[in-house]
């Protein structure tokens, strides 16, 4: 089988050589691998299968972030992540300006920041695959698509958690111009990082939907819009004028606000943990789901 693969330099898919001829118009031609890439794929071939579900989707995860940092991209990414959150901890949200020694200015945007950031991440994970036409391929190589889902979506949380790490300049200024309670900033980012990983999870799922990566982060957008808008007070107020207070408390239990909120406080509640979890695991079951109906299909 290794001797139909190649893969394309500056993408992590997977794609069928000369001798396996593609769809018409999705990606035909190709640049030869070299000697030495062509060895490094046969190799991650052999070892696909031959050992645990946990050794195959390290395999999908190397892959995934390799494909990131081959191509400008990811260090984009990450600069642009980098001025925003200084920019809005240091300028909206007047960081010196309230005399006080914590990051509330800083996490208080991340479920905004995150809105149209978090889909630009994932919005390539299968449309990606679609539009090459490989996700056949991929699936049909000796790995479960459940270990490939969970592979690609780690690789992406893994990146997202580089990308939070890097602001640690903020925590640092902090602690220089005052004594925060860093527990409470641990939590915080705790919580960022459970924030993130429900967007990013979002954002695989309407990946799978379609393979134009535009509609997919459109998509995203939209759900993680309303994920934000259920518990926010604006609206939480609206909503005590037509319906009755349990109404509006089933209704906030679904924001990411309300339970991201806990964690801005230190609060290391067990039931916003859950929360974030499950709306994961809902999302890449549901993606699962989406894969399998498109094979059988």
């Given at each position: 089988?290794?001797?139909?693969?190649?893969?394309l330099?500056s993408?992590?898919?997977?794609?069928?050589?000369?001798?396996?001829?593609?769809?018409?118009?999705?990606?035909?031609h190709?640049?030869?691998?070299?000697?030495?890439?062509?060895?490094?794929?046969?190799?991650?071939?052999?070892?696909?299968g031959?050992?645990?579900?946990?050794?195959?989707?390290k395999?999908?995860?190397?892959?995934?972030?390799?494909?990131?940092?081959?191509?400008?991209?990811?260090?984009?990414?990450?600069?642009?992540?980098?001025?925003?959150?200084?920019?809005?901890?240091?300028?909206?949200?007047?960081?010196?300006?309230?005399?006080?020694?914590?990051?509330?200015?800083?996490?208080?945007?991340?479920?905004?920041l995150?809105?149209?950031l978090?889909?630009?991440?994932?919005?390539?994970?299968?449309?990606?695959?679609?539009?090459?036409?490989?996700?056949?391929?991929?699936?049909?190589?000796?790995?479960?698509?459940?270990?490939?889902?969970?592979?690609?979506?780690?690789?992406?949380?893994?990146?997202?958690?580089?990308?939070?790490?890097l602001?640690?300049?903020?925590?640092?200024?902090?602690?220089?111009?005052?004594?925060?309670?860093?527990?409470?900033?641990?939590?915080?980012?705790?919580?960022?990082?459970?924030?993130?990983?429900?967007?990013?999870?979002?954002?695989?799922?309407?990946?799978?939907?379609?393979?134009?990566?535009?509609?997919?982060?459109?998509?995203?957008?939209?759900?993680?819009?309303?994920?934000?808008?259920a518990?926010?007070?604006?609206?939480?107020?609206?909503?005590?004028?037509?319906?009755?207070?349990?109404?509006?408390?089933?209704?906030?239990?679904?924001?990411?606000?309300?339970?991201?909120?806990?964690?801005?406080?230190?609060?290391?509640?067990?039931?916003?943990?859950?929360?974030?979890?499950?709306?994961?695991?809902?999302?890449?079951?549901?993606?699962?789901?989406?894969?399998?109906?498109?094979r059988?299909?």
């Open positions: 089988m290794s001797e139909n693969i190649q893969q330099p993408s992590p898919a997977l794609l069928p050589s000369s001798g396996t001829e593609a769809p018409e118009g999705e990606g035909r190709r640049p030869p691998l070299s000697r030495r890439d062509q060895g490094t794929l046969e190799a991650e071939q052999r070892g696909w031959e050992g645990s579900a946990l050794a195959n989707i395999t999908i995860m190397k892959r995934e972030l390799s494909g990131y940092f081959t191509s400008p991209i990811a260090y984009v990414f990450l600069v642009i992540f980098l001025l925003l959150t200084g920019f809005f901890t240091f300028t909206i949200g007047n960081f010196f300006e309230r005399g006080e020694a914590s990051l509330v200015s800083f996490f208080t945007w991340h479920p905004w995150y809105l149209f978090v889909p630009a991440v994932g919005m390539r994970l299968w449309s990606e695959e679609r539009r090459l036409g490989t996700m056949e391929l991929l699936l049909t190589m000796p790995i479960t698509s459940w270990q490939a889902i969970v592979g690609k979506f780690l690789a992406s949380w893994l990146f997202l958690a580089l990308a939070l790490a602001t640690f300049p903020v925590a640092i200024t902090v602690n220089y111009f005052g004594t925060p309670d860093n527990g409470v900033i641990f939590a915080g980012y705790v919580g960022s990082l459970m924030l993130a990983g429900s967007y990013l999870a979002v954002s695989c799922m309407t990946s799978a939907l379609t393979r134009n990566q535009v509609i997919s982060f459109i998509l995203s957008v939209m759900i993680c819009l309303f994920l934000i808008l518990g926010y007070t604006p609206v939480t107020d609206l909503l005590t004028r037509v319906a009755s207070p349990v109404v509006v408390d089933i209704v906030a239990a679904f924001s990411v606000m309300t339970h991201f909120e806990g964690f801005q406080r230190g609060v290391l509640d067990t039931r916003d943990v859950v929360f974030f979890a499950s709306v994961i695991g809902f999302m890449l079951f549901t993606t699962g789901v989406i894969i399998r109906n498109q059988a299909g």
